[in-house]
């Protein structure tokens, strides 16, 4: 048989040890302290953020401003400066040397004109025969750095010994 189990209700319960009422102080007080820390840090974290926040929007409405449109005086500034920007920038070594450089000597210049908006230059020259007037023309078609030499225009010179003929060509030149 078993023996008789005896549960008494009433009895008065057992206190707990005095160093686990004290751990258990100590455990409550730190995770108090804790939770004040980590609320600080959170804001902090916060304002730190809106400081981040407000120095990028400070930054991109410095870099992408409003640009003014420009006044007539800086367009005119503009174009200037850019029509003596293509007027530096010709290729005039190598055009007078393909202009100049025609192995035949029966073509005489007589003047060169040029328009660096259009990439133009013409040339106003004297050749000693309608053939030799035809070659130069071939051969300033030929060359690398200028295209579309064009003859706009010649005149037959009877009165002149030898007949020569004066013409213009208009050639575009080749931008590098």
């Not at 809106?50 to 991109?60: G, H, S």
């Not at 503009?78 to 040397?97: F, G, H, K, M």
């Not at 393909?98 to 660096?116: F, K, N, T």
Request: aromatic share 6%; glycine share 4%; net charge negative.
């Amino acid at each position: 048989m078993m023996p008789r189990l005896h549960i008494d209700f009433g009895r008065r319960r057992l206190q707990g040890a005095p160093a686990g009422m004290v751990l258990l102080c100590v455990a409550s007080l730190l995770l108090l302290v804790s939770g004040e820390r980590l609320w600080h840090a959170y804001d902090e974290s916060d304002r730190v953020q809106a400081q981040q926040d407000a120095q990028r929007r400070r930054l991109f409405a410095e870099s992408h401003s409003a640009k003014t449109p420009p006044t007539p005086a800086t367009r005119l500034a503009e174009n200037q400066s850019l029509a003596v920007l293509r007027e530096l920038t010709v290729p005039w070594q190598d055009l007078l040397s393909i202009v100049e450089d025609y192995p035949d000597h029966d073509v005489a210049l007589i003047g060169i004109d040029q328009s660096p908006a259009q990439s133009q230059i013409r040339i106003t020259a004297e050749a000693k025969n309608f053939d030799a007037m035809i070659a130069y023309l071939r051969y300033l078609q030929d060359s690398v750095l200028l295209r579309e030499a064009v003859l706009n225009d010649h005149v037959i010179e009877t009165n002149v010994p030898g007949t020569p003929v004066r013409f213009q060509i208009t050639a575009v030149w080749r931008k590098s």
